[in-house]
């Protein structure tokens, strides 16, 4: 069973910094791509960025609103992709989902979500 | 960036009704879109990929079409356990986004 775990949330005063982890078990975690996914309270999704599996040399993709100031890894070895977080906003304030793909041809969907993790960023 | 709309925002039906969400791509996306069911409180749950494919374990009450820049979300008849907000996503390049969701209530 595939499971992914977030953790690191909390609350953090603007222009702070946060790591969030995930950690995932049930599959062969080096063979794919791990998204990350965020909704602020009320809203809609917003996707934020994917870390693409070691055939791809684990390259990265952002969206424009966290790019400079979000950084996602990963370390195979320990199944967990993580996303630093610096510069914090305001409008940061959300949930986190950890995603996992799948590779249908040449695209890569989301198939599997975690449970998400809460960061606030207010003073 | 592609944008993606989807219509109704809002859609208030029965159970054993018939319900048809749209989305629509502000470019071409070919069929890289998927749908996703999400209940308040809850992480999204895939439903369709690329496009029209049903995710295994989804019931066949669901189901997914289009290509190019419409695409149609249908519930054949809506059950008491798919009351929740729909979102679409397109995998046709970055950034991924999503669609703005529709919410299915009870009538």
């Not at chain 1, 809203?43 to 693409?52: A, C, D, P, Q, V």
């Not at chain 2, 859609?11 to 989305?23: K, N």
């Not at chain 2, 979300?73 to 970055?94: G, M």
């Amino acid at each position: 069973e595939v499971q992914l775990v977030e953790s690191g949330g909390g609350l953090v005063q603007p222009g702070g910094s946060l790591r969030l982890s995930c950690a995932a078990s049930g599959f062969t975690f080096s063979d794919y791509y791990m998204d990350w996914v965020r909704q602020a309270p009320g809203k809609g999704l917003e996707w934020i960025g994917r870390s693409r599996s070691k055939p791809k040399s684990y390259t990265t993709e952002y969206a424009a609103s966290v790019k400079g100031r979000f950084t996602i890894s990963r370390d195979d070895s320990k199944n967990s992709v993580y996303v630093q977080m610096n510069s914090l906003k305001t409008e940061d304030t959300a949930v986190y989902y950890c995603t996992r793909g799948i590779i249908v041809g040449p695209t890569v969907y989301i198939q599997y979500w975690g449970q998400g993790t809460l960061v606030t960023v207010s003073s | 960036d592609i944008q993606l709309t989807q219509s109704p925002s809002f859609l208030s039906a029965s159970v054993g009704d018939r319900v048809t969400i749209t989305c629509r791509a502000s470019q071409g996306i070919s069929s890289c879109l998927a749908w996703y069911q999400q209940k308040p409180g809850k992480a999204p749950k895939l439903l369709i990929y690329a496009a029209s494919t049903l995710q295994s374990g989804v019931p066949s009450r669901f189901s997914g079409s289009g290509s190019g820049t419409e695409f149609t979300l249908t519930i054949s008849s809506l059950q008491p356990e798919d009351f929740a907000t729909y979102f679409c996503q397109h995998f046709n390049s970055y950034p991924l986004t999503f669609g703005p969701g529709t919410q299915v209530d009870i009538k």
